[in-house]
């Protein structure tokens, strides 16, 4: 993938989600995104095979471009103010 392909990464002290640890928030293409595709959010992101999962999802086109992996399919919490 080259540089101006990766997607970029930014750190918060807070995403409002305080009953989830290691939350993240997959971030549509901006091709998806121009065509409705919103952020997708995932908790308990704890272990090497849900860091993988978010990895591969965004490798794959992230949401609504791809399936998220199982490995954290379960793991998709509620966008705050969406529940």
């Known amino acids: 993938m080259l540089p101006e392909q990766l997607?970029?990464?930014?750190?918060?002290?807070?995403?409002?989600t305080c009953e989830v640890?290691?939350?993240?928030?997959?971030?549509?293409?901006?091709?998806?995104?121009?065509?409705?595709a919103k952020p997708?959010?995932?908790g308990s992101i704890l272990d090497?095979?849900?860091?993988?999962?978010?990895?591969d999802w965004v490798d794959a086109g992230g949401p609504d471009l791809a399936a998220p992996p199982p490995a954290i399919a379960d793991l998709i919490v509620a966008t705050p103010g969406r529940k």
């Open 7 to 16: 997607p970029s990464v930014k750190a918060a002290d807070c995403l409002e």
């Open 21 to 36: 640890s290691n939350v993240v928030v997959v971030q549509p293409s901006p091709a998806a995104r121009a065509a409705g």
């Open 40 to 42: 997708v959010w995932a």
């Open 48 to 55: 090497v095979d849900a860091v993988h999962g978010v990895a």
